[in-house]
């Protein structure tokens, strides 16, 4: 990182007639220059300026020398734009909730330089959050602490069907170097001006559930607020993002800006969000940073989990045109991918807690079919094994329409399609699932209910 710069002013003179002698006179200067430039692990700039008076050739050399400063966030992968000086260090983004399950969760935030961090754990048993010390869960791999402007801290060993309280802490590295850690300012999410957040974990023996799901905002916050607006939070367990909420990543601010600012203002740091990749979250530059912001369990973006009645197979959808497309300039192996989302999913549908929820839902961002190369690799490579495991329903995206498939063509179960500008939702009641899709006015557009009840 640049400082600052130095000036640096060289002067060479020579009487005249002993110009053979300027070889060696430059050749001393530039030995110079490089020394100041190593030092200052810069490149200097430099210009000089010869004159001739009185049988005296006068050289002056200017070196303009940047002047370098290492610090931590130099070394660091992840580097947030912070203008030194400018700025206290601070939470910038979030927190949110990622991969909530029975007994753990995965709490996200960003700052605006690069720190350790860990969250304080509370329970909800009416006590001030420093009613006593709390627990401690570090941002930390392989018995390090993490260094970095991204924070992830899994929480786990909690009790099923449990409301918790956190609050989460970040403390500048402002220089790292050698085995010398220099720390600055801690920040942390507020406890006092506002009730600490909370998240209650899942649990299988959860009488019911519901849900609600967007997908294709393509970075429209006015949609996605006004859909969100249409939510009762109290007797909702859980949000799905079903792909497409950006058209293409290039930063972690357009991240941010695009959809996700808005994610935490509204529910994110307290409900659960369970994202299932689109197409278009491969797309641009930091689309390969996606996993830092959204990691799923064990290190895919393809998981299952169970909330009350119901588990969720969520997939990642891949592009929808072949690797080999002109568009992907040769960055895509997606037909590898999905036979490993295949592979994977052969497993999960023997798990004990997906054999026994009363519905199995799949969420996935493009609707298997033979339309385009994307649609029919996935109706290749997973339908089979979906028609398999008896699944009751499949939700989609990525057409910006609203419609429902019923069985039939080789498909076993009903595919719902949701729009663009419309919001899903699904409840478990009595043994019937109860869908319906909604518009920014709260109109139904599209209903479905599926009945396990006898
Ligand atoms: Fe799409």
């Known amino acids: 990182m640049i400082r600052g710069s130095k000036i640096h002013i060289i002067f060479l003179f020579l009487p005249s007639g002993k ?8 050749f001393m200067v530039f030995k ?9 692990m810069s490149k200097p700039l430099t210009c000089f300026i010869q004159m001739k008076k009185n ?27 912070r203008p030194l000086g400018q700025q206290p260090f601070m939470i910038t983004h979030g927190p949110y909730l990622q991969h909530l399950g029975e007994t753990g969760v995965t709490i996200i935030w960003t700052t605006n ?32 602490k993490n260094v970095s402007a991204v924070h992830r801290v899994r929480v786990g060993g909690l009790k099923p069907g449990t409301r918790y309280r956190y609050r989460v802490y970040s403390t500048e590295v ?9 720390y600055g300012n801690t920040v942390a999410s507020n406890v006092y001006r506002q009730l600490p957040l909370t998240f209650i974990t899942n649990d299988h023996s959860k009488e019911e559930s519901a849900f609600v799901m967007l997908s294709d905002i393509h970075g429209n916050n006015e949609i996605m607020r006004q859909l969100l607006g249409l939510v009762d939070w109290d007797n909702t367990d859980m949000v799905f993002f079903n792909g497409d909420m950006y058209g293409h990543l290039e930063s972690q601010q357009q991240l941010f800006d695009d ?23 491969a797309r641009g530059v930091y689309a390969h940073n996606f996993s830092d912001y959204f990691p799923g369990p064990e290190g895919h973006l393809y998981y299952m989990f169970r909330q009350g009645p119901v588990s969720y197979l969520v997939f990642d959808s891949g592009e929808d045109k072949p690797d080999s497309d002109i568009e992907y300039h040769g960055i895509a192996v997606f037909d590898d991918y999905m036979e490993q989302q295949a592979e994977w999913l052969r497993n999960v549908i023997n798990d004990e807690a997906f054999i026994s929820s009363d519905f199995k839902i799949a969420v996935i961002h493009i609707p298997p079919n033979h339309s385009w190369y994307g649609a029919g690799r996935i109706y290749e490579n997973l339908v089979p094994v979906l028609n398999e495991s008896g699944i009751d329903l499949m939700l989609c995206g990525h057409r ?17 399609e949701n729009g663009h500008n419309t919001l899903l939702h699904a409840e ?5 699932l109860i869908l319906k899709i909604v518009d920014i006015e709260g109109g139904v557009v599209e209903s479905l209910v599926i009945d396990r009840s006898d």
């Open 19 to 26: 110009e053979k002698y300027w070889t060696g006179g430059n």
């Open 32 to 40: 110079i220059i490089r020394k100041l430039g190593t030092l200052n």
């Open 55 to 81: 049988n005296i050739i006068f050289s002056i050399y200017f070196l303009l020398i940047p002047v370098l400063q290492i610090t931590a966030r130099d070394y660091l992968t992840v580097t947030p734009d």
């Open 113 to 144: 330089g690069s720190g350790v961090s860990w969250v304080e754990l509370a329970p909800d048993d009416g006590t001030h959050f420093y009613h006593s010390e709390r627990p401690r869960y570090h941002a930390a791999s392989h018995g390090l």
């Open 174 to 182: 402002v220089n790292y170097s050698g085995m010398k850690v220099e």
């Open 259 to 281: 959809f996700m600012d808005t994610a935490v203002k509204i529910f994110a740091g307290e409900i659960p969000l369970y994202y299932a990749r689109g197409n278009h979250e």
């Open 400 to 416: 910006h329409r609203v419609f429902v498939h019923e069985p039939g063509g080789g498909i076993d179960f009903p595919i719902v």
């Open 428 to 432: 478990t009641k009595g043994g019937r």
